[in-house]
């Protein structure tokens, strides 16, 4: 059996132009073509999974579809062999050596971080202010990553620049890996900008990281976790984190958890104030509540709230593309595939499909009452034993923070006009200004 093409693909650019023009529209196209579809991204042919089983099936076998692919190989240049990009032979000993840091005991204690960041950006707001909401939750999750991983090792300038580097990595990421190969050697200033990014941001963190070094306190951070001093949840004896891997997992860290988090807080506040009696819900769950901002104990009360995170994951996965290599080889949905071949497959592509939600493209919160999502359909933190080590974490953050912001103001959208999410390496409601109102006005 062969594997149809998509359509648009030109020699040389292969499907860069469907890819970076409307990424979704065409992703979204895909599935009517066949449960696989051969794309090409930059010079590598890829072949798209769309059907849901297939998908389910790339992520829990992952000794044959091992980290790798188009954006896997640029990750990797990034960050080395951190837990996101490490391939299979190493994940069992890095997972965990991480476990420990993200263990649930661990999470009431990096929970203050996620309210009290909130609290700042809610305080640095006036009434009437137009703010950039993705740049300024942005800025939310970088404030808690910093603070959760380091404590307070890292002065707010320098918090400025990590964010400044990160969000040029990222947003030029997604081109690179899916950019036409005879683009890549060519010198110019954004793979200048790109280069310097990223040496500033290993020496940011190799410089924090160093300050610790044979420091055998509990700061009750992530560092001290994954240096495995005094964790009650690190098995006596197991050996930390050093160096090299341990500057690749603060800098996956970094990667991983905050701009993702960032575009979910986003998109949240983008379709609370786009469905005025959602907000009202979240905003009356969070008033409820005795103390003056929500706290971890809080979390089974916010139930609406959870929802509300859960649907806008739904509508807008932030890992929305992801790649594999086929390490032996295999067959998937009948097709025979050689070692080597690169697969990729789309949480976007899944969620939005007709056959497993009803119109896929409402925002419903409701649709989450009382249910389990089906493991194969809901796919936001992947599966299997590459499933987000951070899941419980980014969620008890984006129900907090979100309670903490809506309890404080009402944000409000200056055009009716629908948002076209920006597909980069993770999917961004870029260019969202809003403007705060008193919350009583
Ligand atoms: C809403 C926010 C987040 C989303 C949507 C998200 C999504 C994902 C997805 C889809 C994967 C699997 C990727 C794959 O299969 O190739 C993943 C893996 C991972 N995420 Fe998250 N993530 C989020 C937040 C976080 C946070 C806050 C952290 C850390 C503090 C984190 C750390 C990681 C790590 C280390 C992995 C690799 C796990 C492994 O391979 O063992 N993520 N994430």
Request: hydrophobic residues 40%; proline residues 8%.
């Amino acid at each position: 059996m062969s594997i149809p093409p998509a359509p648009g693909s030109l020699p040389l650019l292969g499907h860069a132009l469907p890819l970076v023009r409307d990424p979704l529209a065409f992703l979204e196209s895909l599935p009517a073509h066949g449960e696989l579809v051969r794309l090409r991204m930059g010079s590598r042919p890829v072949v798209m999974v769309c059907d849901p089983g297939l998908t389910r099936r790339t992520l829990l076998q992952d000794h044959v579809f091992d980290k790798g692919g188009p954006l896997y190989d640029r990750i990797r240049e990034l960050v080395g062999d951190g837990l996101v990009s490490c391939p299979h032979g190493l994940h069992r000993r890095q997972r965990r050596l991480c476990q420990p840091a993200f263990h649930p005991d661990r999470l009431p204690r990096y929970a203050p971080a996620f309210t009290s960041s909130a609290e700042a950006s809610s305080r640095s707001w006036h009434d009437g202010q137009v703010i950039d909401v993705t740049a300024e939750m942005m800025a939310l999750t970088a404030r808690v990553a910093v603070e959760t991983m380091f404590t307070t090792a890292l002065s707010a300038q320098a918090a400025q620049m990590v964010i400044a580097d990160i969000n040029e990595l990222m947003d030029t990421l997604l081109w690179r890996a899916i950019r036409p190969s005879l683009l890549e050697r060519l010198p110019g200033a954004a793979n200048h900008r790109y280069d310097r990014a990223r040496a500033h941001l290993r020496r940011t963190i190799d410089a924090v990281t160093s300050g610790r070094r044979g420091d055998p306190a509990d700061h009750g951070d992530l560092l001290s976790s994954l240096q495995g001093t005094g964790d009650p949840g690190n098995p006596a004896g197991q050996e930390g984190l050093a160096g090299q891997e341990l500057t690749d997992q603060i800098l996956t860290f970094f990667f991983a958890g905050t701009e993702t988090t960032a575009n979910v807080l986003a998109w949240a506040l983008y379709l609370l104030a786009r469905h005025p009696e959602n907000e009202s819900r979240v905003r009356s769950e969070a008033d409820a509540l005795a103390g003056a901002a929500p706290t971890f104990a809080d979390l089974p009360a916010l139930e609406v709230t959870h929802h509300v995170v859960m649907e806008t994951l739904r509508l807008y996965p932030p890992a929305w593309l992801v790649t594999r290599t086929v390490a032996e080889d295999t067959e998937l949905g009948g097709v025979r595939l050689p070692a080597g071949s690169a697969i990729a497959f789309s949480p976007y592509l899944i969620h939005r499909r007709p056959d497993l939600y009803e119109a896929p493209d409402r925002f419903d919160p409701d649709r989450w009452c009382g249910i389990q999502p089906d493991r194969a359909a809901y796919l936001p933190f992947g599966s299997g034993a590459r499933k987000c080590i951070g899941a419980r974490f980014a969620m008890a953050e984006a129900v907090l923070a979100l309670a903490t912001l809506i309890a404080r103001h009402r944000l409000v959208l200056l055009t009716d006009r629908p948002l076209r999410p920006t597909a980069k390496s993770t999917l961004s409601p870029r260019g969202l200004r809003m403007r705060v109102t008193a919350r009583h006005a």
